[in-house]
């Protein structure tokens, strides 16, 4: 396991920026159903297509904005869809259609099971509300606050930058940093004083980007070193590494 400096963490950092999905709770898990199940039903009306995969999640769809993944994948298969709007159905082809229809996809699923929390995250969050260091939640989702209400940790977190704050205050999505700064303007902490947690390449690579004090990169299945190549300052395979250290 790699470590840090004999700096207690709460004197060296002021505040973390946590992304939602794979860092804190496992919905990625719902999310890469929901695009799988979204992108195989569209694939299937086109021929000489092979099945998306979760290769391709990783390479084109993960930790981005949701309709920046369905463009990214479908230019990666040589498919070209008109962009549409916000507010095309979920049967429209569109980038937006298609966006629009795996949104609902996750949130059947979401309503139907549920979500809890990773055990070492909760554990990390509790540690970090005692030593009193500042924390957020930075996610490109439109859905984070109800994923949040779901897992029970909509108090944690006073700070909320999700896609629909980007859309309303025009911030790049990741892997741009202006998510992750607003996110550190926010709490009224500096981005040198601040760590961003962050499982997906287009996340870390936004950390990377924005001078953070440190980059931890959580390994759920991207790996650990690819997210060091791409900015990573450490990689720990689950929080609860962090909770280890700090109690």
Not at 156 to 174: C, I, M, Q, T, Y
Not at 200 to 214: D, E, K, P, Q, T
Request: aromatic share 6%.
């Amino acid at each position: 396991m790699e470590t840090m400096d004999s700096t207690p963490f709460d004197e060296k950092f002021h505040a973390v920026l946590f992304d939602l999905d794979g860092v804190l709770t496992p919905t990625a898990l719902i999310h890469m159903r929901a695009w799988e199940e979204m992108f195989n039903e569209e694939l299937a009306h086109r021929e000489g297509q092979d099945p998306y995969t979760d290769e391709d999640y990783f390479a084109y769809v993960d930790g981005k904005p949701r309709y920046d993944g369905v463009r990214d994948f479908l230019a990666s298969r040589g498919i070209t869809l008109p962009e549409g709007d916000p507010s095309d159905v979920p049967d429209a082809e569109t980038i937006c259609g298609l966006g629009n229809r795996k949104n609902d996809l996750f949130n059947t699923v979401l309503a139907r099971d549920g979500i809890q929390p990773y055990p070492g995250s909760r554990r990390w969050v509790d540690l970090l509300h005692e030593r009193g260091v500042a924390m957020a939640v930075v996610s490109s989702s439109r859905n984070a606050a109800a994923v949040l209400d779901a897992a029970g940790m909509s108090e944690d977190f006073p700070v909320l930058v999700d896609g629909n704050r980007s859309k309303a205050e025009n911030l790049s999505g990741k892997p741009a940093p202006d998510t992750y700064l607003r996110g550190a303007d926010l709490l009224g902490v500096s981005a040198e004083q601040c760590v961003v947690v962050e499982d997906a390449v287009s996340g870390v690579r936004a950390g990377a980007a924005g001078g953070f004090g440190m980059v931890l990169g959580v390994n759920r299945g991207v790996g650990a070193d690819r997210l060091r190549e791409v900015g990573a300052d450490r990689v720990v395979d689950d929080l609860d590494e962090m909770a280890e250290e700090m109690a």
